[in-house]
């Protein structure tokens, strides 16, 4: 595992810090994608006049508000990311 300096991570808690912050970028990302989609969509079906005739499409904006809603409740706080973090050191030694 490299570090943003290109060189190689021997310590293991830096391998971890890392592999933290991938694990809940990742889950962010994978909601995101979901969120951007669905609001793509709707914008597209608006532009053509297809949502104002048939209303029941607003519905694909659902995942762009469920992203909204529970994204702060997804991201870890610095608390929790401690908290991890110190167990997993402990498992270690």
């Known amino acids: 595992m ?15 810090r890392y592999l933290i912050r991938a694990a809940v970028v990742s889950r962010i990302l994978m909601r995101e994608i979901a969120a951007t989609v669905a609001v793509m969509y709707c914008v597209i079906i608006a532009s053509i006049g297809v949502l104002m005739e048939h209303a029941i499409f607003w519905i694909n904006v659902l995942p762009a508000v469920f992203f909204l809603v529970t994204f702060p409740s997804m991201y870890p706080s610095r608390d929790e990311i401690l ?5 997993k050191i402990a498992g270690r030694l």
């Open 83 to 87: 908290e991890t973090y110190r167990k």
């Open 2 to 16: 490299l570090n943003r300096e290109g060189k190689l991570i021997v310590d293991p808690t830096e391998k971890l």
